[in-house]
């Protein structure tokens, strides 16, 4: 997979740099500082890590979400390292959550509405291994609340769903440039084009989910 992000829109070509227009950092440990007692965490991938990140910050009941890397068999994987497609990681995100205020179902909702999971190895426009859909769960019960999901949807769409579901085995936080990307490149390119529109679809189609401040 190359490390650039391109797509056509339209009849007209637009070439749209993404993570790699910028330098890479060091990596530094997944944060704890914002985790209060009663915090839970649960691991996602669904496409680029700055869209997946901001759709799930903008829910009720969710503290944070941290782009990184999740699902591969090599340690301390780099952005460079899993653009190859050879590490087995996908671009995930560690959502930091309060269960009383918004349930693992509820974010398995979430999880699903707002990425095209019935697309193998890929989210329009980035495909590759690394952008592929996967649900983690960390015990049985997650477990069930995942593949209940899916019969519901196997049930419902013409085509299979693509969702690997994983055991949580390793998250490795991404360089620090990633964090809370979209938030502070608004006017970056790629943030434009897609994934500003893709959280509009989610905040649009999940009003009843959003903090009070996202209903804007």
Not at 6 to 25: N, R
Not at 114 to 121: G, I, L, Q
Not at 180 to 192: A, L, W
Request: aromatic share 14%; with cysteine; glycine share 6%.
């Amino acid at each position: 997979m190359k490390f650039i992000k391109a797509t056509f829109f339209a009849s007209c070509t637009l070439f749209i740099m993404a993570c790699f227009s910028f330098t890479e950092s060091k990596k530094t440990a997944v944060p704890t500082d914002h985790i209060d007692q009663g915090t839970e965490v649960a691991y996602f991938a669904s496409g680029c890590f700055w869209c997946v990140e901001a759709i799930f910050e903008s829910v009720e009941g969710v503290a944070e979400a941290v782009s990184g890397y999740a699902g591969g068999f090599t340690k301390n994987p780099t952005y460079a390292s899993i653009g190859t497609g050879k590490t087995g990681h996908a671009e995930a995100v560690a959502v930091y959550y309060n269960p009383q205020k918004v349930s693992f179902a509820t974010l398995i909702q979430v999880f699903f509405g707002s990425h095209d999971h019935t697309t193998v190895n890929g989210q329009h426009p980035d495909y590759g291994t690394q952008y592929r859909s996967i649900a983690f769960y960390k015990t049985p019960e997650e477990k069930k609340i995942i593949e209940a999901a899916i019969l519901e949807l196997n049930a419902n769409y013409s085509k299979k769903i693509a969702t690997e579901v994983t055991q949580f085995s390793q998250f490795y936080k991404a360089e620090d440039y990633h964090q809370d990307f979209e938030k502070r490149n608004p006017n970056q390119g790629y943030v434009k084009a897609v994934s500003i529109p893709r959280l509009n679809r989610f905040k649009k189609k999940f009003p009843e989910l959003l903090k009070k401040d996202r209903l804007e």
